[in-house]
Nanobody, 118 residues
Framework: QVQLVESGGGLAQPGGSLRLSCAAS????????MSWARQAPGKGLEWVSV????????YYADSVKGRFTISRDNAKNTVYLQMNSLKPEDTALYYC???????????WGKGTLVTVSS
């Protein structure tokens, strides 16, 4: 079965960096786009970034553009989110998601918590 396991969250200071990882299993990882999304306390789910199956195309939400970088290693079935210049408003539970065959995201991990605070 499809499994997505995020890691790398934690406490960071404003201006700091964190690197999230998402280990995938149970499907042909190299055939699917992968996304990151987040949910801040008391707010709705926000899409953050997507990377296409071969890694050549990436897209970002305006709120993270220029600060976050998505990447993937198809040999390791892992997708990453490098987060730099972190802001308190980046505090959220970050989810990794597999894109579905018909668009949208069909499987989600349980999330990893990122807290940005001094």
């Amino acid at each position: 079965q499809v499994q997505l396991v995020e890691s790398g969250g934690g406490l960071a200071q404003p201006g700091g960096s964190l690197r999230l990882s998402c280990a995938a299993s149970g499907f042909t990882f190299s055939s699917y786009a992968m996304s990151w999304a987040r949910q801040a306390p008391g707010k709705g789910l926000e899409w953050v970034s997507v990377i296409y199956s071969d890694g050549t195309d990436t897209y970002y939400a305006d709120s993270v553009k220029g600060r976050f970088t998505i990447s993937r290693d198809n040999a390791k079935n892992t997708v990453y989110l490098q987060m730099n210049s972190l802001k308190p408003e980046d505090t959220a539970l970050y989810y990794c998601a597999k894109d579905g065959d018909s668009g949208g995201m069909d499987y989600w991990g349980k999330g990893t918590l990122v807290t940005v605070s001094s």
